[in-house]
Nanobody, 127 residues
C-alpha cells in the first residue's frame, strides 16, 4: 500500500506562485510514475502534469504548459509542482497520484491509470 500526502496549497493572488509537494510513503518510490490532477467545483477531475520514474520525461496539460513545472526527488520520495503565473481558473483541489506503469502520455492523462491517490490540497487564486 502506498500513501501519498499533498501539501503546499493555499490562497494566492493572480500572477503569484505556489509550490505543491507530494510525499509518498514507499521505499520503491522510484518505480512509480507520478502525476498531478486537479478538480474545480462542479467540474470533472483533470490531468495537470506527469513525470516518469527517473524524472527525465515530463508531460503537461496545454492549460498549464509554460507556467507549471513538475519535478521529483527520488531520494526524498517526493514529487513537486511549481505553479507560476497563477490564474483564477487554476483554482481547484490538486491531487497527487502514483502509477505503477510505463510512461505513456495518452494513458497518463486518465485518472484510472493511477493506483494511489492523495487527499488533495486546495489552491485558491484570487483576482
Amino acid at each position: 500500500q502506498v500513501q501519498v500526502v499533498e501539501s503546499g496549497g493555499g490562497l494566492v493572488q493572480a500572477g503569484g506562485s505556489l509550490r505543491l509537494s507530494c510525499a509518498a510513503s514507499v521505499r520503491t518510490f522510484s518505480t512509480y510514475v507520478m502525476g498531478w490532477f486537479r478538480q474545480a467545483p462542479g467540474k470533472e477531475r483533470e490531468f495537470v502534469a506527469a513525470i516518469s520514474r527517473s524524472g527525465g520525461l515530463l508531460y503537461y496539460a496545454d492549460s498549464v504548459k509554460g507556467r507549471f513545472a513538475i519535478s521529483r526527488d527520488n531520494a526524498k520520495s517526493t514529487v513537486y509542482l511549481q505553479m507560476n503565473s497563477l490564474k483564477p481558473k487554476d483554482t481547484a483541489v490538486y491531487y497527487c497520484a502514483a502509477a505503477s506503469r510505463q510512461f505513456v502520455r495518452t494513458v497518463l492523462v486518465t485518472s484510472d491509470s493511477y493506483d494511489y491517490w492523495g487527499q488533495g490540497t486546495q489552491v485558491t487564486v484570487s483576482s
